[in-house]
């Protein structure tokens, strides 16, 4: 039996508790009184994953059994979540490609020929034939691999449909072989609650003219939090869209979740409660944190990227999309959310080294912004972590580095807009439309392995309920430049953080800590 | 008697300063290369005679360091123009001063610019093709006539120039300057006469854009001058330091964007596709349409060449150094004009450059863009803050002569 999630009061016997930082991570003693927000411990996975697929497939919920929706002659896509899921990147194999290899054997049992299988990364970098490979696993790659397996092109004109608009008005328009099958697979990972459910094919296969209607600021404004599907407005237009797409095909989802099993045995420790770290953990840790602060940058920023975690699978569900979801969810929170009393004047996050858009890349500034003020702010239930004009404090090194392959508007979004202004409403009102529309972004999403030219619009975006909620947003040990251009401030220390913060929070604010990752969710009462 | 400074023919400190000034270190210590290792001293010497008719002698008020100046001194001018000039020369050709001699329609004690090119008419030679058409900076008789080679005073030997308490000058090459115009403009527009020349040498179609490559003196200048003569838009400015982007955008820039970000902004603002070779900078399929190239250095010519479009136009303002690839010019079908000097509006009648030039400077504004000047005594120093001027936060250095 797992022990649930917690908060720890810090007192004098409190060890200094671990804060990631970037390809990094440190011990801090935080101050007396401050609120410490676990996980639940790391749930046991599934003993025999293929028996919990070939189970979720035959007893799906709200439709029938798979095999009885597969017919000779039929149309079948089968649709993936992509590289943004899990993280860290799961050790082979990935389950994706387990419930694949169990969707594929069934259609071939029952005389599919017609199958596609295409990467749901939307206006994501393409995924480089080794990704792919390592997602979908060697058998299926190199059955399919490049003519049946492909990403998706959000800028295929040709190859795009599109289905009306929602009651709304919000134009859906989704790739069109999946909306012309017979039955879209979906094969989910759901790490978070954002992920999943209705978002997989209306985000995962949509254009930008799609996209729009709920990657924008106001949605985001009105997502409290988007890891809460019922109060979040960017899941609602999600919830608008299935309705349409469920008019013209029949979507089957399937959604696995995951254990807190994120750091592999090398780096157990990150995985543990400091005040359970044996003599081992203790040696690993100073080992780990030497030596990482001797490596040069690029061949620590490859080795952090090269970690792949032993997570366990709690559980696959299958069904359409509005009854599979809700059990995900719960699934979700049963290894994340923590209950937690009230809020404080101060949160602390600390931020690690990945994120959903750097997966064997570069977590350049924007990335940051959007993996704290986005990610991080946004896992919460109920009530944000910390209160209205309170402070967020963030633990990175928020280097100025962009990956020039993966990230060519995100230069030119640092370098050329965050300069005239840092306000989400402005920059989308005025300069959204200039890189979403920006031919040579377009062509580099769709030939080379860039995210689209839109792209740090939306990381930017992700952190608009933050922006509008705290009063100031502090960096320990963020450069200064960095930090200074997207609105924020740096310091040295935590000391220094709290000093920088009592002038909007008092001498002697209220303190609470996420302690993540492992990814933990504060359910604020 | 007179002081001055001379340049005098030094092949081993001409190598030297090259050799040093080309190293990447080395570049960085221009300023002291160009006051210590180059051929230049100061000297008491004969003041030179006018010689003939139609000359005064000038005494300078205020004398600049153009960028060719420095050139010359840290080895980096090229040996193509070595045998049109003769040494040893007192170097200075951006030069305000008063006339010492009576001139007709000129009279003594008269305030004046200096239009620099000795061209047919001060050299007494018969009128070459392009003196008779108005374009006298194109002159082919700049090394015979009554003075030695030179194509400008500052480079001529019998001449003088303006970094002394005294020089001649040819009626034809002065021009007079209003009282109500400072020392500190007036030694302005010169080089204002050059970038207004600059600007008239290409055809600027209505909504051309624009890029002017160097935000120093010339840079600046040609951009006064496209804001005032051309109907372009939009003009973006590369400039390197905070000083020269923040006056770039106070004369009326539409961007100013730091060298190493130039290719990426102008590639967003022309949507053009942007390409890195295997070696060597970035640059543009697409692009602006004209690149005015005000460094002179090999650098800022190779940029301005890999943000044209196809079919465009690169203007070399700056005195050209250095080697740079030329394949941009071949593959883009590009057009590499050349600007030297001014002219006085050539065959089509246009107003001189000069002319333009001097309206401009009274109405520009142009404060503080000349630093108190130096006393000749302390060249080495002016020498060196004119090369670094742009981290300085500097523009137009000069020398006062007649200060002590």
């Known amino acids: 039996m797992s022990r649930p999630g917690f908060v720890l009061e810090v007192d004098e016997r409190t060890p200094p508790l671990l804060v990631h930082q970037g390809e990094g991570f440190r011990l801090e003693r935080l101050p007396l009184g401050s609120k410490v927000v676990y996980p639940p411990d790391s749930l046991p996975g599934v003993r025999n994953v293929d028996a919990a697929i070939e189970y979720a497939l035959l007893n799906p919920m709200g439709i029938e059994p798979l095999p009885e929706l597969l017919k000779p002659g039929m149309r079948l896509t089968i649709v993936f979540d992509d590289i943004s899921l899990p993280l860290p990147p799961m050790q082979t194999p990935d389950v994706r490609q387990r419930v694949i290899e169990h969707v594929l054997e069934l259609a071939a049992a029952k005389g599919v020929d017609d199958v596609e299988l295409i990467a749901g990364n939307s206006l994501h970098r393409r995924m480089t034939p080794a990704e792919l490979k390592r997602i979908v696993g060697e058998r299926v790659f190199r059955s399919f691999f490049p003519d049946h397996l492909r990403n998706h092109d959000a800028e295929d004109s040709a190859n795009l449909l599109d289905l009306g608009t929602t009651d709304q008005g919000e134009v859906v328009e989704l790739n069109r072989r999946a909306m012309e099958s017979d039955l879209v697979v979906y094969v989910n990972i759901t790490l978070t609650a954002m992920s999943g459910g209705p978002k997989s094919v209306s985000v995962g296969l949509a254009s930008y003219r799609s996209l729009r209607h709920h990657h924008n600021v106001q949605t985001l404004r009105h997502s409290r939090s988007f890891n809460d599907p019922p109060n979040s407005a960017m899941h609602h237009s999600y919830e608008r869209m299935k309705d349409l797409i469920g008019g013209h095909v029949t979507v089957f989802q399937i959604e696995a979740t995951l254990n807190n099993d994120t750091f592999p045995a090398s780096t157990g420790f990150l995985n543990k409660r400091e005040w359970e770290w044996n003599l081992a953990d203790q040696g690993r840790y100073l080992a780990v944190k030497r030596a990482n602060e001797l490596l040069p940058t690029k061949s620590r920023r490859r080795l952090w990227q090269a970690t792949a975690a032993p997570y366990g699978v709690t559980a696959v569900n299958a069904g359409t999309p509005s009854d599979v979801h809700p059990q995900t969810i719960a699934n979700v929170h049963r290894q994340q959310l923590t209950e937690v009393q009230g809020q404080s004047d101060v949160a602390i996050f600390g931020l690690p080294y990945i994120c959903p858009y750097n997966v064997n890349s570069i977590m350049n500034p924007i990335l940051v912004m959007s993996l704290g003020l986005g990610y991080f702010f946004n896992l919460y239930r109920n009530r944000p972590l910390v209160r209205p004009g309170g402070t967020a404090i963030f633990y990175h090194p928020v280097p100025g580095d962009f990956h020039p392959v993966h990230h060519p508007s995100y230069i030119d979004f640092f370098d050329e807009v965050l300069t005239q202004s840092t306000d989400p409403a402005v920059l989308e009102t005025k300069y959204e439309q200039q890189f979403a529309t920006d031919p040579w972004y377009i062509q580099l999403y769709r030939k080379s392995y860039a995210y689209h030219g839109v792209h740090p619009f939306y990381m930017w975006y992700w952190g608009a309920h933050a922006l509008e909620h705290l009063g100031e947003v502090i960096f320990v040990g963020g450069n200064r430049r960095t930090t200074a251009r997207m609105g924020f401030k740096a310091a040295s220390t935590l000391a220094d953080a709290l000093e920088i913060a009592s002038h909007t929070v008092g001498t002697s604010p209220t303190i609470s800590y996420l302690h993540a990752p492992p990814l933990v969710m504060a359910d604020v009462r | ?404």
């Open chain 2, 1 to 404: 008697m007179i002081l001055a400074l001379e340049y005098q023919r030094s092949p081993a400190r001409y190598l030297a300063a090259r050799g040093v000034t080309s190293t990447a270190l080395g570049s960085r210590l221009t300023g002291m290369v160009a006051g210590n290792v180059a051929p230049l001293r100061l000297v008491n010497h004969p003041a030179p005679d006018p010689p003939g008719t139609g000359w005064t002698r000038v005494a300078p008020r205020l004398s600049g360091i153009c960028g060719s100046d420095l050139s010359l001194l840290a080895g980096q001018s090229s040996p193509y123009l070595s045998p049109v000039t003769s040494m040893p020369f007192v170097p200075g050709h951006e030069v305000v001063g008063e006339t010492l001699d009576e001139l007709p329609g000129l009279p003594r004690g008269s305030r004046v610019v200096l239009d620099p090119v000795l061209a047919c008419e001060p050299r007494g030679a018969k009128q070459c093709r392009w003196c008779g058409t108005g374009r006298a900076s194109r002159c082919d008789h700049v090394t015979i006539g009554r003075v030695s080679a030179g194509l400008q005073t500052g480079f001529c030997s019998d001449t003088g120039g303006g970094w002394s308490r005294q020089f001649v000058a040819h009626h034809s090459q002065l021009h007079g300057v209003p009282d109500t115009m400072s020392d500190e403009r007036a030694v302005l527009v010169e080089p204002l006469a050059c970038a207004v020349h600059t600007v008239r040498r290409v055809d600027m179609p209505s909504g051309a854009s624009v890029v002017v490559v160097g935000a120093g003196t010339v840079g600046m200048l040609t951009l006064l001058a496209l804001r005032e003569l051309s109907p372009a838009v939009p003009i973006h400015v590369v400039a390197k330091h905070w000083h020269q982007q923040e006056r770039a955008l106070a004369l009326g820039a539409t961007a100013v964007h730091p060298p190493g970000r130039a290719t990426r902004a102008l590639r967003r603002s022309t949507l053009a596709r942007m390409h890195v070779p295997e070696r060597g900078s970035e640059f543009l399929l697409g692009g602006v349409d004209i690149a005015f190239e005000c460094t002179g250095g090999a650098s800022g010519l190779d940029t301005a060449l890999r943000l044209v479009r196809a079919g465009g136009t690169v203007v070399m303002s700056g005195m050209p150094s250095g080697h740079v690839d030329l394949t941009p010019v071949w593959y883009r079908e590009l057009s590499l004009v050349g600007a030297y000097a001014s002219d006085a509006g050539g065959p089509d009648g246009e107003r001189p450059d000069f002319a333009r030039a001097i309206e401009l400077a009274a109405t520009a504004p142009l404060e503080d863009w000349v630093e108190p000047a130096y006393p000749l005594r302390r060249w080495r120093e002016a020498i060196g803050h004119a090369v670094d001027a742009g981290r300085l936060g500097s523009i137009k250095i000069a020398f006062d002569p007649n200060r002590e």
